[in-house]
């Protein structure tokens, strides 16, 4: 099975054109209509593209066809760029916890919510994430380059200020815990 998938929704015509050539494409194609569309898991999937006419949820993996006709040149290259920029995309997202983290955009999802992160709070959850736990002493150390007997309340101070927009916006005042051991991801 190839890694990419071409999903055409609600566009027969579509399908059976681009079906004919379809030994010239380095992704796996499939027509999928409503129904098939609701039972798919697209969280499962890694790097597919829907092509429709129609609005198809918010998916942000999709190609909406609004200018037609479109030269055949033209629709391949739009869905080869667009695989291209999934891929990009799915390299800089990291999933923690219920949340998505985007490196890229310095964004944090959860469903259809967003929050922009500044570059030390991305920082910030991206290190505790991968320590699984973290010290005041390796926060200031790691992410903020003091050395180890500076006192400084900074880390705490974003910390908290990050607590309060995560709880602000996600209604989540979980997402970053603190026990003897450090902090951590909830």
């Not at 566009?11 to 499939?30: G, M, Q, S, T, V």
């Not at 890694?46 to 949820?57: A, F, H, K």
């Not at 390299?91 to 219920?98: A, D, H, R, T, V």
């Not at 929050?115 to 973290?134: C, P, R, V, Y």
């Amino acid at each position: 099975m190839n890694s990419k998938i071409l999903f055409i929704y609600k566009f027969n015509k579509l399908f059976e054109i681009l079906n004919e050539i379809r030994e010239n494409f380095n992704f796996e194609l499939k027509s999928i209509n409503e129904n098939d569309f609701k039972k798919l898991n697209f969280d499962e999937l890694q790097n597919y593209l829907i092509v429709s006419t129609d609005i198809c949820n918010d998916n942000k993996n999709r190609l909406k066809l609004d200018k037609t006709p479109l030269k055949l040149s033209d629709l391949i290259e739009k869905i080869n760029l667009n695989f291209l920029r999934n891929h990009f995309n799915n390299q800089s997202e990291l999933k923690i916890g219920k949340y998505i983290l985007d490196l890229n955009s310095r964004k944090i999802y959860f469903k259809n919510n967003s929050l922009n992160l500044t570059e030390k709070e991305s920082d910030l959850i991206l290190f505790i994430s991968s320590n699984k736990k973290a010290s005041l002493k390796e926060l200031q150390r790691q992410v903020w380059g003091y050395s180890k007997n500076l006192e400084t309340h900074t880390v705490e101070t974003h910390i908290y200020r990050l607590r309060k927009k995560i709880l602000k916006n996600f209604k989540d005042d979980n997402f970053i815990r603190h026990n003897k051991q450090g902090y951590f991801l909830n």
